[in-house]
């Protein structure tokens, strides 16, 4: 059965730093993509960052690029994200999610969009105050 099982959520001002982990149990970890979405109250699940299998392609959403970093750690089965100059509209809660696994192809250059993710942490809340 697989797990992924967010953390490192929490509250923090304007401008401070956030890392997010994501581990992920009862999958080949290493040949699956990844991504994080969030998603703030009364508004749709919107994708932030994506890394592929191998950790050699990344892309980010326009809000956050810049800000924002992926990475994986594929001896721990770990996915991060450092989240840096956070503002209040990053407020929302954090999903790490797992493609459909196999090295699937991922060039980069724009984020895996939300359909091709098979499996779905719980979330983690993130909360930035002004």
């Known amino acids: 059965q697989v797990h992924l099982v967010e953390s490192g959520g929490g509250l923090v001002q304007a401008g401070g730093s956030l890392r997010l982990s994501c581990t992920a149990s009862?999958?080949?970890?290493?040949?699956?993509?990844m991504g994080w979405f969030r998603q703030a109250p009364g508004k749709e699940r919107d994708g932030v960052s994506c890394i592929s299998w191998s950790g050699g392609s990344i892309d980010y959403g326009d809000s956050v690029k810049g800000r924002f970093t992926i990475s994986r750690d594929n001896a721990k089965n770990t996915l991060y994200l450092q989240m840096n100059s956070l503002k209040p509209e990053d407020t929302a809660m954090y999903y790490c999610?797992?493609?459909?696994?196999?090295?699937?192809?991922?060039?980069?250059?724009?984020?895996?969009?939300?359909?091709?993710?098979?499996?779905w942490g719980q979330g983690t809340q993130v909360t930035v105050s002004s």
């Open positions: 999610a797992a493609d459909a696994g196999g090295r699937k192809y991922y060039s980069g250059g724009y984020l895996i969009p939300e359909y091709e993710y098979r499996y």
């Open positions: 009862g999958l080949r970890f290493h040949t699956y993509s």
